[in-house]
T-cell receptor, first 114, second 113 residues
Framework: DGGITQSPKYLFRKEGQNVTLSCEQN?????MYWYRQDPGQGLRLIYY???????QKGDIAEGYSVSREKKESFPLTVTSAQKNPTAFYLC?????????????FGPGTRLTVL | DAKTTQPTSMDCAEGRAANLPCNHS???????VYWYRQIHSQGPQYIIH???NNETNEMASLIITEDRKSSTLILPHATLRDTAVYYC??????????????FGQGTILTVHP
């Protein structure tokens, strides 16, 4: 069935290590997004991509990198340059053809850096 | 995108209507009002959106005031599973918009038996 897959649900890493979070979708949506959520806070946009091989920085891109080699996939790498990487990471997708429509969110990955 | 103001928390009895207010006094003519909710430790879920007319779907109703400076999300018969954080978001529409959603802290709705 259609949807957005983020794996794993929980991820632990040692400080100083890069880690890549997976986001896969089979909704055939053009746009994909990465958000970060800290406890008790709303979501903040990290990166977004409207088409394959193109992406733009969001509000808090420092310490993160992305790639969009396929329409279905938008992996996020949390680098050692990210000062406070422990957070809940959410991937979202959206159609771009319609005049206005909603974003669909994945189940999220909770990253803990020890 | 316009800023929104929501109460921090609200309570509602199961089976009753939950009315969640949102102020967006700086909204501009081409900005839509969106509502999402987030159940604990899950991704946000789209509920409804509108521009200036009232909207209804299987989940909720959205009432937008005539001056569009505020709106109310109505869950007609709240259940325990409706306990969540509800986000009111205002953003530009249009197919060329990259669709950025600016989430505030939202309203924590607690539905009790």
């Amino acid at each position: 069935d259609g949807g957005i897959t983020q794996s794993p649900k929980y991820l632990f890493r040692k400080e100083g290590q890069n880690v890549t979070l997976s986001c896969e979708q089979n909704l055939n949506h053009d746009a994909m997004y990465w958000y970060r959520q800290d406890p008790g806070q709303g979501l903040r946009l990290i990166y977004y991509s409207q088409i394959v091989n193109d992406f733009q920085k969001g509000d808090i891109a420092e310490g993160y990198s992305v790639s969009r080699e396929k329409k279905e996939s938008f992996p996020l790498t949390v680098t050692s340059a990210q000062k406070n990487p422990t957070a809940f990471y959410l991937c979202a997708t959206k159609r771009m053809r319609d005049t206005d429509n909603e974003q669909f969110f994945g189940p999220g990955t909770r990253l803990t850096v020890l | 995108d316009a800023k929104t103001t929501q109460p921090t928390s609200m309570d509602c009895a199961e089976g009753r209507a939950a009315n969640l207010p949102c102020n967006h006094s700086t909204i501009s003519g081409n900005e839509y009002v969106y509502w999402y909710r987030q159940i604990h430790s899950q991704g946000p879920q789209y509920i409804i959106h509108g521009l200036k007319n009232n909207e209804t779907n299987e989940m909720a109703s959205l009432i937008i005031t005539e001056d569009r400076k505020s709106s109310t999300l109505i869950l007609p018969h709240a259940t325990l599973r409706d306990t969540a954080v509800y986000y009111c978001i205002v953003r530009r529409g249009g197919g060329t918009s990259y669709g950025k959603l600016t989430f505030g802290q939202g309203t924590i709705l607690t539905v009790h038996p």
